[in-house]
């Protein structure tokens, strides 16, 4: 995923670790990634129902679309830790 030039397989990679649960890789790839390819990383976080690093996400990353992104697959998750996470960050 990290490697990958055709950008169609480098997504489906991306998105194939987060169904398989591959929380820490894709933590890692994330911040290797340059920011215009992180999108994919977000929705493999959320495949990986990683609530951790999408809240660290929408608090902390550089980016408001990808803030928003992460945001909106939060408030999808709907776990507890989500859903507190939105309602104290309106």
Do not use: M, W
């Not at 994330?30 to 809240?55: C, H, M, W």
């Not at 902390?60 to 859903?83: F, G, V």
């Amino acid at each position: 995923a990290r490697s990958e030039s055709d950008p169609a397989v480098r997504d489906s990679a991306i998105v194939t670790l987060g169904r398989s649960g591959a929380r820490v890789q894709l933590r890692t790839l994330y911040s290797q990634l340059a920011p215009g390819l992180r999108f994919s990383v977000v929705t493999g976080l959320f495949n990986a129902k990683d609530d951790d690093e999408l809240i660290r996400i929408a608090t902390n990353d550089r980016d408001q679309r990808l803030r928003t992104r992460a945001r909106e697959y939060l408030r999808l998750l709907a776990t507890p830790k989500a859903l507190k996470y939105l309602a104290d960050n309106p």
